[in-house]
């Protein structure tokens, strides 16, 4: 008993799981719209390209790189968006382009100037090291932001989720609904990014929003399900990392597919039916988006 | 059922072009919908129905010319069943509650309001289901669904995608006679349809539609073997049948 609490004296440990848990609970709570929007590449993307201000400013302005990368990444979100909505055909060969560049730039950055490999390890698969007081209170912040959005914009989100057309033309602005959840998915990548690893962060938007699909008909209960669940693989993968000695986002990754392997084998073939088209890119229909 | 439209315009399309990218789908269609007319967009599949109940809706923007609407016009719309993401995790009570997006912002539903989703869903017949998942429904029961989505928003103007494709007889028949109870009660509708016999015959008013509007009236009016052929391009036999154009096609004519 004494060796599953031996690490919990540690005051690192300690912030190393509420960072996790808080870290999967938030990537869990925005992944059920990212991917019933089928936008889950739009996370891939837009963690790698926040790489490249988020080395950039690391290594340049220590003091300053939240806002810096923070900024970097709202740019990024919001080109992104701008590029997919305006062209449909080739949309995803210019998001590849921009984000996979910016990736470069951050890893070319660290190999130049970083001081040591660990930390650009650490950089993309995550790390329980390194945690300081600004980033928790910045998680902490980015979270309450994005509970107090989405508890005020619950149902426009859910209307342009599943019909923006109609929602268009109920008088709900699509356009702005849509800047507004890309610029919480980024700010929500920035915030989690140390502590689950550039790489793995879009992983974390998925997974525990398909579980919880899998587990629920219900929009509200799978929005909730998926930030317990989400929750919980960032505690037990920040847990058991420790013991593995491997870095972080590995294991809380890692963590969620076994948890999906878990509810799969409950749920069976149903639940995996619920998944069917899940986040497969949705032909977006009219010109209002 | 008087529903050729004498009354104030709602939307009026002028010389509008539509489509998508830089296809036209849609040319030089002059087109007004009236507050008491009831009226059915009758053409072949691909012939730019949807795209032109997408210019009313106004979530569509024309290519050029101009569309007016009267100020604060509340319109609702139901999709076609075709093209709805079935696998979406929504109940039917969550499904409803929709139109009472822009009203509120709380994320739970009043009292009130699930007294007002559960009287319009008991209206529609589907009092029992509000709680089911929107995919255990059975085509009839979707069509209400998404019918009672667009009644709680009290619209002026009610636009319907292919009501009746992909429901049974008697579904039809009901969302027919329901349609025909709205819209006595002075609620303006627009349909589309490609069904001649079991929809169009039925209608008041019909717009025929083939990428421009090839003619409209009543069914009498434009339910002809030419007007049915610069519509759908194959010449068809039109008999009566108790006042109601009766549609069979002519495969002599054809070959
Ligand atoms: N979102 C879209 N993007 C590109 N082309 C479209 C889109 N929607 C419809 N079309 C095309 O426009 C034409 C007319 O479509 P539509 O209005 O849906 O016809 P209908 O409803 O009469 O079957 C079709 O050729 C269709 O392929
Ligand atoms: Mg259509």
Known sequence: MTSILEPLQFAFFQKGLLVAALS?????????YIVLRGMSYIGHGLSHAIFGGFAAMQLFAAELYVVGAGFWGVLSAISITAVARRSRVGADAAIGVITTASFALGVALFAKFGTSGPSFENALFGSILGISAAQIWGLVGV??????VVFLRYRVLLFTTFDPDVAQASGVRVARVEALLMIILSLAILATLTVIGVTLVAAMLVIPAVIARMLTNSFGRMLALSTGIGALCGLVGMYLSYYASVPSGTMIVLVGAAVFLVVLSITGARGLRRTAGLDSHRESVGTAR | MTGTGVGEALVTLTDVSAGYGNTHVLHDINFAVREDQFTGILGPSGAGKTTMLRLLLGSLKPQSGTITRAPKLAVSYVPQLETVDWNFPITVFECVLMSRTARRILPWATPGEKADVASVLERLGIGDLAHRHIREL?????????????LLRKPAMLLLDEPTSGVDFSTRHDVLHLLADLHEDGMSIVLTTHDLNGMAAHLPHLVCVNHH???SGT????ITPEVL???????MEVLQHLGVPVVVDDSRAAG
């Open chain 1, 143 to 148: 979270s309450l932001l994005t509970v107090a």
């Open chain 2, 138 to 150: 059975s085509g009839g029961q979707q069509q209400r669904m998404f019918l009672a989505r667009a």
């Open chain 2, 229 to 235: 052929e610069g519509t759908f391009g194959a010449r």
């Open chain 1, 24 to 32: 999967g609970a938030l990537l869990g709570f925005i992944g059920v």
């Open chain 2, 213 to 215: 509007v090839v003619a």
């Open chain 2, 219 to 222: 069914p009498q009016e434009v």
